[in-house]
């Protein structure tokens, strides 16, 4: 008889197709969730795992990692790692893993079926047809916007930044990007500034990484820079935007329309926001197709896989 290796998952991987039922089949599974008192649990059952999986969502700060004295890694699920503390892992030896690159065409997909949903008002014209509003030939609700031939700003050129700028050329779009650094391997033109960027696009796309140096990035200024005709689009994490002010220009018509797949407090959502028809709001699907959903699971477990053969992991983060 073979032991299974010993793996702790923090959460149910409920958006994942078969995750739960793989890991369970390779590994003796420690599954933390069901326990209501997790530092009891923990003190109890945490000794001698070295092993634990877990996402963005479900996180890993500094005393789960620290309850787990022989833990050497952290497989993540999905690209963003903001809520674990990689710094803590570090000092303690910790490697730790996400699942970049296999989300990064669906979640660009996802960037421009917002954009073109918020310019062309489809959400708002589905949910008048539903209501059975549709009573002429034409119309019914305001003009949207043009979406071919604008003006695309994207903050944060990494890999999903880079695919949502491909895409533009698609649409005859000329693009710009505000980074921390400018890049030398790209065809676009980069803003130093922000609200720079804001004033000059007609459409925003945030597509920059988490965490606290992102917190509020797009604040009231660049918002308003935006302005009344302009469309901001968010995929990437929800508190990169100050929400308050930006539903308060949703409100008092300084932005012309916000298309957010993330919020700043998932699965909470501004009243005014829901409230509103120049709004376009998606429950954090970048990612949430069948296809990616598998690759992202299928990287997960290569990574926890090549810990226990070698020690190494896959797909590590910097
Ligand atoms: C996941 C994501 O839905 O990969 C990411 O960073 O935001 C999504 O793919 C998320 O990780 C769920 O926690």
Not at 223 to 252: F, H, S, W, Y
Not at 293 to 316: C, H, I, W
């Amino acid at each position: 008889m073979t032991t299974k290796p010993r793996v702790l998952q923090v959460g149910s991987f409920s958006g994942s197709p078969s995750a739960n039922q793989r890991l369970a089949k390779d590994y003796d599974v420690f599954e933390l969730w069901k326990h209501a008192d997790r530092k009891v649990a923990l003190a109890e059952y945490g000794k001698g795992i070295t092993a634990m999986v877990t996402s963005a969502n479900m996180g890993a700060n500094a005393e789960l990692i620290n309850a787990l004295p022989d833990l050497k890694a952290i497989c993540s699920w999905g690209v963003g790692y903001e809520t674990i503390d990689v710094q803590a892992a570090r000092e303690r030896g910790v490697l730790v893993s996400n699942t970049p690159d296999v989300l990064t065409d669906c979640v660009a997909d996802l960037a421009w079926g917002l954009l073109i949903s918020g310019a062309r008002r489809m959400s708002q014209g589905d949910r008048f047809v539903r209501a059975g509003r549709w009573g002429q030939v034409h119309g019914g609700i305001p003009l949207g916007t043009r979406v071919s031939g604008k003006k695309l700003g994207i903050i944060g050129l990494g890999r999903i930044g880079q695919a949502i700028a491909r895409r533009g050329d698609g649409f005859d779009m000329e693009v710009r990007y505000h980074n921390r650094r400018a890049r030398n391997d790209v065809p676009y033109g980069y803003e130093a500034s922000l609200v720079d960027l804001a004033k000059w696009a007609d459409f925003l796309v945030v597509a920059t990484v988490g965490g606290p140096e992102t917190r509020h990035l797009v604040n009231k200024e660049v918002i308003e820079a935006l302005g009344p005709k302009g469309v901001i689009i968010n995929i990437a994490r929800g508190p990169v935007i100050d929400e308050q002010a930006m539903t308060a220009a949703i409100e008092n018509g300084k932005l012309g329309c916000a298309a957010l797949d993330v919020f700043e407090y998932e699965p909470k959502v501004p009243e005014a926001l829901i409230d509103s028809d120049n709004t376009v709001l998606l429950p954090h699907i970048g990612s949430a197709s069948y296809e990616t959903r598998l690759a992202m699971e299928d990287l997960m477990l290569e990574n926890l896989q090549s810990y226990f053969q070698d020690g190494k992991l896959v797909t590590p983060v910097e």
